[in-house]
């Protein structure tokens, strides 16, 4: 059972737009920044977006990041097969002194 | 560019120690504001922190795993190392070493992962 609260998966048709929620606490989400890492098939996470909404160099802006109090939500646009990948949203819960993860979503480009 | 990568056994006999290296290169181990930090993702399910350590040995453990975690640091080689006692099959897991940005007490993100390595535990 995972600290953060993502949808399972999510799926949608080439070059339209998706939204993967993650949902957590005032101890986590609500108190500090949010991040969003990229797994495509048989490879390492990668970093997504770093606190909340900025994009590493490299990443397009088709991927973008918000939060809003106890919850975040990461955006793909102009979605291609290439994003069909497992995306994990991950934060610092400060009760518990740890970094946290949600369960995971993985996206299907129809 | 930096550069992290995981090194050890690929199988441990269950109740014995998982001992895994991270070598870092392009990059010092001593900088501030970035810790290290090692995960793991058993296959087919999600990541799971497992701790982060700071070059001058400073350590956050994940709760569930702290008793049986000790992550230490080798500044001299650049390396930090993970050992996880009495191991079962529920340890099985790729295992992935990272940096940790941790600017004020909390960290945040986490980038340059290494590419991974499976750990079976196995009689």
């Known amino acids: 059972q995972s600290v953060l609260t993502q949808p399972p998966s999510v799926s949608a048709a080439p070059g339209q737009k998706v939204t993967i929620s993650c949902s957590g606490s005032?101890?986590?989400?609500?108190?500090?920044?949010v991040a969003w890492y990229q797994q495509l098939p048989g490879t390492a996470p990668k970093l997504l977006i770093y606190?909340?909404?900025n994009r590493p160099s490299g990443i397009p802006d088709r991927f973008s990041g918000s939060k809003s109090g106890t919850s975040a939500t990461l955006g793909i646009t102009g979605l291609q097969t290439g994003d069909e990948a497992d995306y994990y949203c991950?934060?610092?819960?400060?009760?518990?002194?740890?970094?946290?993860f949600g369960g995971g979503t993985k996206l299907t480009v129809l | 560019q930096l550069q992290v990568q995981e090194s050890g056994p690929g199988l441990v006999k269950p109740s014995e120690t998982l001992s895994l290296i991270c070598t870092v290169s392009?990059?010092?181990?001593?900088?501030?504001?970035?810790?290290w930090a090692w995960i793991r993702q058993p296959p087919g399910k999600g990541l799971e922190w497992i701790g982060s350590?700071?070059?001058?040995?400073?350590?956050y453990y994940s709760p569930s795993l702290k008793s049986r975690v000790t992550i230490s640091v080798d500044t001299s080689k650049n390396q930090f190392s993970l050992k996880l006692t009495s191991v079962t099959a529920a340890d099985t897991a790729v295992y992935y070493c990272?940096?940790?940005?941790?600017?004020?007490?909390?960290?945040?993100?986490?980038?340059?992962w290494g590419r991974g390595t499976l750990v079976t535990v196995s009689s």
């Open positions: 350590i700071y070059y001058s040995g400073s350590t």
């Open positions: 991950g934060t610092w819960d400060s009760s518990l002194s740890a970094a946290v």
């Open positions: 392009g990059g010092s181990i001593s900088s501030s504001s970035f810790y």
């Open positions: 606190e909340n909404d």
């Open positions: 005032s101890s986590n989400i609500g108190n500090s920044y």
């Open positions: 990272a940096r940790h940005y941790c600017p004020d007490g909390n960290c945040y993100s986490l980038n340059y």
